[in-house]
């Protein structure tokens, strides 16, 4: 079946009986998903319409491996695995049963069909919901914007989820652990509060947000037998892989289906458990090692560096305050460590470092990643300035970016509300100027600022270029004039026609006008992918609120562009750059380890910040506490904080460099971004590794 | 064609080359997002296909056990709801013993791969299968059989599911491809297979994948028939025209479909949590 060769380990799991269940543990690289590879083809062999595969991993980028098997010419003809995540399985589920899952659920539409809800379209509701609440004076001690406070109220709702408590506990659960002051306990209440009241409001419309969709997949199939084995009864096999990623409530799952499912593969990484501020539980994750006949556990680590090795071990110690009785002479050969005063200078040095290993040490950009603990829009824009002046391919990955800040987005919506002078929403000069030079081609800032300030009037109503003074005219120049009446003889031949929904006016404009020979967006891929993002986003808004719009006598459009302006974006759209296979990641370390990819070289930045070592502030809810091994009687104290930081320190350290595969650099800054000296305890381990280091040295 | 790891063919991405290989230069070697309007008039076009879609769905809540009555509950268009009671009459007359909903299939022929996603997978007491594909159509008359014919799906399904091996292997003449149309549910349009049959297509199928492979970047030109153009997102991108036409008043033969259109399975959703 495969040309690879297998150590005795490997095979030995590969020996058992295919109709049985399989847990395998290991540290990274030592073989684990190249089992499940093997084993995903053996079972695709077997499979066919009422015996299918179900490959479960934490979220999407962990699937890469399943998914790339898939697509080779030699993985066996038939029926294509389902590989998928927990959220997709609840989403499956809900989609295919939902007329029978309406009542039970308590949804009291159940004639009406559902609408999921992403992250931002949940945070618009939310807010809809907590205004009143908010007009009480509910949070006014906090000092918390917003977006963050709505984040951490849906977060809330999540761990229930995804823990698998009721969601009216939460607050009772972080008081109990709470070791602070008062005012905080009723904080827990009214964030609880606003999170039922959420809840309440999406039964009532038939929202699904994404704790109600685990809460729902969750409980109907522990109310329900039969719509349980409907929904896996076409299933034969399983693969579970990364389980120490994933929550509770999916190891329940699996736990209940060891008598439906009669082939699983359920592999765990015994280091690992980066995802814990998501919910992920490797605790729990044992529990599936009870029910399968075949346990194995390998620990043999392939093409490991020895030096990166040894590295990571004597760094490791001092993170966690172990003595090191012996620190190997190769792990020089690991690190450097570089300390500039100012953080603008560690900038300067990590590009020049990139360009020197790609020229003198012929690395592939792709051999290289930055990583820091987050990734600030002034540090990726730095980073990426200089990477451009080197023309140094890069990969900036960031969970989601918002389509508000992009220039086209301005551009088109300026132009709408032109077309639309109903909604009443005023056009500034300086709006129109950038949308000008967004769309024509070779117009500078004066000429795009005389015909702003010439053609509009009335407050979003704009004339011909025509009309314009002859002197004016010739100092535009009459090319790009006649691009502008174009637009407006569009927008005038539109506005005879009945009105569109915003979505489909784009559409037309984009198509009929702006993509047209003459105008820069003609043949612009970079910004027509930006375009079709925004007029989705527009059409699910449309699709999503229509209903909410006309009870409030609103305009559907108008009110996207209101809320556009108001910073929440709903269905903002995650973004991801093209996939680049030749590009430097600069990325946040947690998004990296998530990825799985091992590169050559690692540039740690400023390994005095505290990012490092300290998690979010997130007042309102707590990973740990609302997790399933934490104790209701005990409280959360700052010994708990501290220990729970160095793990994951250590944990974070130690993924990394289980990812580097030859040398990584280590950057301390005396001054941060703000211009403030620092201090983290990565930073501290790294000064106590270099004191045992030095301290060998002398005694050998 | 550069080597695309993620790349496979399908009856739809055939069918485009075979409508204009500059359409599937841009749609599956570029990849290219193009927002233009597909149809006029735009809402009536985005009804049809949300009927089109929501009829999916409902035959395949069917399927997964859905209570007939339940499901009808969640219809609010009375085409819909026609084309409902047509599929459950038409249901009632059929033995099924084991059918699958929305079911994908891959094989490779001589390193390239071929998938194809059923709306619905039968397997009668015999052994034989039934390959559904459920047709919603904007235009007033049903699609013709030639039309259909040599369309590169009648091709690629029943090839798929005779190129796959699984644990039961499956004889040409067991399986039949059946094109089922919510509007006219009395006359749908079969296509038995037959092991002559899958020897031509299969013929045909690898020299259009070669030819496909063995195209350079530029060799992939616009279409000669410039009416199609009207119906393709990338009309102003290959400079042939304006406007987007009228999906309910030309004669051009056209057939958006639904289960394909979706067909990206890379694109699973997945909620950023």
Same mark, same amino acid.
């Given at each position: 079946m495969d040309d690879l060769y297998y150590t005795t380990q490997q095979q030995d799991v590969l020996n058992v009986e295919i109709n049985s269940h399989v847990f395998l543990e290991g540290p990274f690289k030592s073989g684990k998903t190249s089992v499940g590879l093997f084993r995903m083809k053996e079972m695709a062999a077997h499979a066919d319409p009422t015996?299918?595969?179900?490959?479960?991993?934490?979220?999407?980028?962990?699937?890469?491996?399943?998914?790339?098997?898939?697509?080779?010419?030699?993985?066996?003809?038939?029926?294509?695995?389902?590989?998928?995540?927990?959220?997709? $399985?609840?989403?499956?589920?809900?989609?295919?049963? &939902?007329?029978?899952?309406?009542?039970?659920?308590?949804?009291?539409?159940?004639?009406?069909?559902?609408?999921?809800?992403?992250?931002?379209?949940?945070?618009?509701?939310?807010?809809?919901?907590?205004?009143?609440?908010?007009?009480?004076?509910?949070?006014?001690?906090? +000092?918390?914007?917003?977006?963050?406070?709505?984040?951490?109220?849906?977060?809330?709702?999540?761990?229930? !989820? $995804?823990?698998?408590?009721?969601?009216?506990?939460? !607050?009772?659960?972080?008081?109990?652990? &709470?070791?602070?002051?008062?005012?905080?306990?009723?904080?827990?209440?009214?964030?609880?509060?606003?999170?039922?009241?959420?809840? @309440?409001?999406?039964?009532?419309?038939?929202?699904?947000?994404? @704790?109600?969709?685990?809460?729902?997949?969750?409980?109907?199939?522990?109310?329900?037998?039969?719509?349980?084995?409907?929904?896996?009864?076409?299933?034969?096999?399983?693969?579970?892989?990364?389980?120490?990623?994933?929550?509770?409530?999916?190891?329940?799952?699996?736990?209940?289906?060891?008598?439906?499912?009669?082939?699983?593969?359920?592999?765990?990484?015994? +280091?690992?458990?980066?995802?814990?501020?998501?919910?992920?539980?490797?605790?729990?994750?044992?529990?599936?090692?009870?029910?399968?006949?075949?346990?194995?556990?390998?620990?043999?680590?392939?093409?490991?560096?020895?030096?990166?090795?040894?590295?990571?071990?004597?760094?490791?110690?001092?993170?966690?305050?172990k003595d090191t009785s012996h620190i190997s002479p190769e792990v020089t050969r690991a690190y450097s460590l570089r300390s500039v005063q100012f953080y603008p200078q560690?900038?300067?040095?990590?590009?020049?470092?990139?360009?020197?290993?790609?020229?003198?040490?012929?690395?592939?950009?792709?051999?290289?990643?930055?990583?820091?603990?987050?990734?600030?829009?002034?540090?990726?824009?730095?980073?990426?300035?200089?990477?451009i002046g080197m023309n140094i391919p890069f990969l900036s990955s960031r969970p989601s970016r918002s389509l508000a800040e992009e220039p086209i987005t301005h551009a088109v919506l300026t132009f709408a509300k032109a077309a639309h002078p109903h909604w009443n929403l005023e056009i500034t000069q300086q709006e129109l100027r950038q949308a000008i030079m967004a769309i024509l081609p070779h117009c500078d800032l004066i000429r795009a600022s005389l015909l702003a300030q010439n053609t509009l009037v009335e407050k979003n109503k704009l004339n011909h270029y025509y009309d314009i003074p002859p002197f004016t005219r010739e100092r535009i120049t009459d090319m790009l004039g006649n691009a502008f009446d174009a637009v407006v003889d569009w927008i005038n031949e539109y506005q005879k026609e009945d009105t569109l929904p915003l979505d489909i006016f784009l559409s037309r404009f984009f198509g009929e006008l702006f993509s047209q020979s003459g105008f820069k967006l003609h043949q612009d891929v970079d910004n027509a992918v930006l375009l079709t993002a925004l007029i989705q986003s527009i059409r699910d808004f449309r699709m999503m609120f229509s209903t909410l719009a006309e009870e409030q006598q609103q305009d559907i459009s108008k009110m996207y562009i209101e809320t556009l302006q108001t910073g929440l974006l709903p269905s903002a759209h995650t973004i991801t750059a093209s996939e680049n296979d030749h590009a430097v990641t600069i990325a946040p370390a947690f998004t990296f380890l998530m990825k799985n990819q091992t590169v050559k070289y690692q540039f740690w930045l400023d390994i005095g910040n505290i990012g490092w070592w300290e998690r979010l502030d997130q007042p309102l809810t707590h990973p740990y506490v609302l997790s399933r091994n934490w104790p209701r009687d005990k409280r959360w104290m700052d010994a708990q904080e501290f220990q729970a930081n160095q793990n994951a320190l250590a944990r974070l350290v130690a993924g990394l460099l289980d990812r580097c595969s030859e040398h990584v650099y280590l950057y301390v800054a005396g001054l941060n971004q703000a211009g403030m000296s620092q201090s983290s305890p990565l930073l501290s381990a790294m000064q106590l590794f270099l004191k045992r280091s030095y301290g060998m040295e002398q005694h050998e | 064609m550069p080597n695309l790891p993620d790349f496979r063919f399908s009856s739809q991405s055939l069918q485009d080359f075979e409508e204009c290989q500059q359409r599937f230069f841009l749609r599956y070697i570029q990849k290219m997002d193009w927002p233009a309007e597909e149809s006029s008039p735009y809402l009536a076009f985005e009804q049809f296909r949300q009927k089109g879609s929501q009829f999916?769905?409902?035959?395949?809540?069917?399927?997964?056990?859905?209570?007939?009555?339940?499901?009808?509950?969640?219809?609010?268009? #009375?085409?819909?709801?026609?084309?409902?009671? %047509?599929?459950?009459?038409?249901s009632m007359e059929q033995q099924f013993t084991t059918a699958s909903s929305e079911i994908l299939f891959q094989t490779s022929l001589q390193g390239h791969i071929l998938i194809a996603k059923y709306d619905l997978l039968v397997q009668q007491e015999d052994g034989s299968m039934t390959i559904f594909d459920w047709k919603t159509s904007a235009s007033l008359k049903r699609t013709d059989r030639e039309f259909l014919k040599k369309k590169m799906q009648t091709l690629v399904y029943p090839y798929v599911l005779c190129g796959s091996a699984g644990s039961q292997?499956?004889?040409?003449?067991?399986?039949?491809?059946?094109?089922?149309?919510?509007?006219?549910?009395?006359?749908?349009?079969?296509?038995?297979?037959?092991?002559?049959?899958?020897?031509?297509?299969?013929?045909?199928?690898?020299?259009?994948?070669?030819?496909?492979?063995?195209?350079?970047?530029?060799?992939?030109?616009?279409?000669?028939?410039?009416?199609?153009?009207?119906?393709?997102?990338?009309?102003?991108?290959?400079?042939?025209?304006?406007?987007?036409? %009228?999906?309910?008043? #030309?004669?051009?033969?056209? #057939?958006?479909?639904?289960?394909?259109?979706?067909? #990206?399975?890379?694109?699973?959703?997945?909620?950023?949590?």
């Open positions: 015996h299918q595969i179900l490959v479960l991993t934490p979220q999407r980028s962990l699937s890469i491996p399943y998914r790339t098997c898939m697509q080779a010419p030699n993985f066996p003809a038939g029926v294509l695995p389902n590989v998928t995540t927990l959220a997709g $399985l609840a989403r499956q589920l809900i989609r295919l049963s &939902w007329p029978q899952i309406t009542e039970q659920g308590g949804f009291r539409k159940p004639d009406q069909l559902p609408t999921f809800l992403s992250m931002e379209t949940a945070q618009y509701f939310l807010k809809q919901i907590c205004q009143p609440l908010l007009a009480k004076g509910y949070f006014v001690e906090m +000092h918390i914007d917003q977006a963050r406070l709505f984040s951490q109220i849906l977060d809330t709702m999540n761990k229930a !989820a $995804l823990v698998g408590y009721p969601l009216s506990e939460t !607050a009772q659960r972080l008081k109990d652990a &709470w070791n602070g002051e008062a005012i905080r306990q009723s904080h827990y209440d009214q964030s609880q509060e606003c999170a039922l009241a959420f809840r @309440s409001f999406c039964l009532q419309n038939n929202l699904l947000d994404f @704790s109600l969709q685990v809460e729902i997949f969750r409980n109907c199939l522990a109310r329900d037998s039969v719509l349980k084995r409907n929904f896996f009864q076409s299933y034969q096999y399983l693969i579970a892989d990364n389980l120490e990623e994933d929550v509770p409530v999916l190891h329940d799952l699996l736990l209940s289906l060891q008598g439906e499912i009669p082939s699983m593969l359920f592999i765990k990484d015994s +280091h690992a458990g980066f995802r814990s501020f998501l919910g992920a539980d490797p605790t729990s994750a044992d529990r599936l090692k009870h029910i399968c006949p075949h346990s194995f556990e390998f620990s043999e680590q392939f093409d490991i560096s020895a030096p990166i090795h040894a590295f990571q071990f004597s760094l490791s110690n001092c993170i966690i305050q560690m900038i300067v040095d990590v590009c020049q470092t990139i360009q020197q290993l790609i020229h003198d040490e012929l690395a592939g950009p792709e051999d290289i990643a930055v990583l820091s603990p987050y990734l600030p829009d002034s540090l990726k824009f730095s980073l990426s300035q200089k990477l | 999916h769905a409902c035959v395949e809540q069917y399927f997964h056990h859905g209570d007939p009555e339940k499901i009808e509950r969640l219809i609010k268009d #009375d085409d819909l709801r026609l084309w409902w009671k %047509n599929f459950l009459r038409f292997s499956i004889q040409p003449a067991q399986v039949k491809l059946v094109y089922w149309f919510p509007q006219y549910p009395d006359q749908p349009e079969q296509f038995p297979y037959s092991s002559i049959q899958m020897q031509q297509d299969e013929r045909v199928l690898l020299e259009r994948m070669e030819e496909i492979t063995r195209k350079t970047l530029d060799e992939f030109p616009k279409t000669e028939d410039e009416k199609r153009c009207r119906y393709c997102v990338y009309r102003s991108y290959c400079e042939r025209g304006k406007r987007a036409a %009228n999906l309910f008043e #030309d004669d051009l033969e056209l #057939d958006f479909d639904l289960s394909e259109l979706d067909m #990206d399975i890379d694109q699973a959703l997945e909620i950023p949590y």
